[in-house]
């Protein structure tokens, strides 16, 4: 089926019979542009979420130049979010606001006609330092919710260490396990669902989990933060990175420079068994706490994607 999205493309409704194009054009623009986008993109497209509607603009040679995509993601609260791309060659022609606004429209009516008088919650992921989407999509109301930042840090450099007062600082051991599940259960209550046991014991028997980079902060026999590392693989044979996958402070006691010293303890194993290279992914509504987070232990920002979200009411 024919449908008008802009001038300069031709475009038609994609059904499954277009995977293997749609699949072969996204490869393209993953080697055109090197974007971090492609592994959040995959955190969305692996999860085979229902698709509300698909679209591709095909150039004079019907070769596909660009698409987009709406997904659903939940129905209580309903959530939807919007993908796409534009070959290099086709950009600058206002193609992605015409694209991106195409899709809200699509989106809206879905709703509309399914869920009348429901709020929408639309999401789109936009890269920091490639501010072409996020342009587009405040003009159409979207606004920052949240930031995702991939930090890295050179463990051949000096790691900084401080105590704290009244905290005790100690590896982790596999007794204290549902303390800390527990605990970080608690440090992020209201960002989504609860770790449940079997999830949390899983990743702990993973062959990358690393007991021995992770570190717990204990007030008075009770386990008040944490941080738990694993390890990635470099490449090129190079040495491993160590990662912090997971850490958190309880509310109680924030504000006392509990997860810094946790991480420098991390870094400071990593480092004694020969990784070079750390690395830690941040999500927060802001980027207050990373700056503070390169200030004090060093981490710089490799790559960075924002969430980027508007409710349809």
């Not at 991390?266 to 004694?272: P, Y």
Request: charged fraction near 25%.
């Amino acid at each position: 089926m024919d449908v008008y999205v802009e001038p300069h493309l031709s475009w038609r409704l994609l059904g499954p019979d277009d995977a293997a194009e749609l699949d072969h054009f996204r490869g393209q623009l993953d080697a055109l542009e090197d974007s971090v986008l492609t592994g959040v993109a995959a955190g969305i497209t692996d999860r085979d979420l229902m698709v509300v509607s698909a679209v591709g603009g095909f150039d004079h040679y019907q070769s596909m130049s660009a698409y987009g995509v709406v997904y659903l993601a939940e129905l209580d609260p309903l959530r939807m979010y919007v993908m796409g791309g534009v070959h290099p060659t086709h950009r600058h022609l206002h193609i992605g606001t015409a694209l991106l606004s195409w899709q809200v429209t699509q989106a809206t009516a879905w709703r509309d006609e399914h869920r009348p008088g429901v709020p929408l919650w639309l999401g789109c992921y936009a890269e920091m330092g490639r501010p072409g989407l996020e342009r587009v999509a405040t003009r159409l109301g979207f606004a920052a919710e949240r930031y995702s930042y991939d930090l890295h840090r050179d463990l051949t450099r000096p790691i900084p260490s401080r105590p704290v007062d009244g905290i005790e600082f100690v590896r982790f051991t596999p007794d204290r396990s549902d303390d800390v599940r527990c605990l970080h259960n608690v440090c992020f209550a209201g960002m989504g669902k609860e770790v449940p046991a079997e999830v949390w014991t899983d990743r702990l028997e993973d062959p990358d989990f690393r007991p021995g980079w992770s570190y717990l902060a204990v007030a008075g026999g009770r386990v008040v933060g944490y941080a738990m590392s694993g390890t990635a693989e470099a490449e090129d044979g190079r040495p491993p990175v160590g990662w912090i996958e997971r850490f958190g402070v309880h509310p109680d006691f924030r504000g006392r420079h509990i997860a810094l010293e946790l991480m420098s303890r991390c870094l400071g194993a990593m480092r004694d068994e020969g990784c070079v290279e750390a690395g830690i992914g941040i999500d927060t509504p802001d980027g207050v706490g990373v700056k503070r987070l390169c200030a004090e232990l060093g981490w710089t920002t490799r790559d960075a994607v924002a969430l980027l979200t508007k409710v349809v009411p």
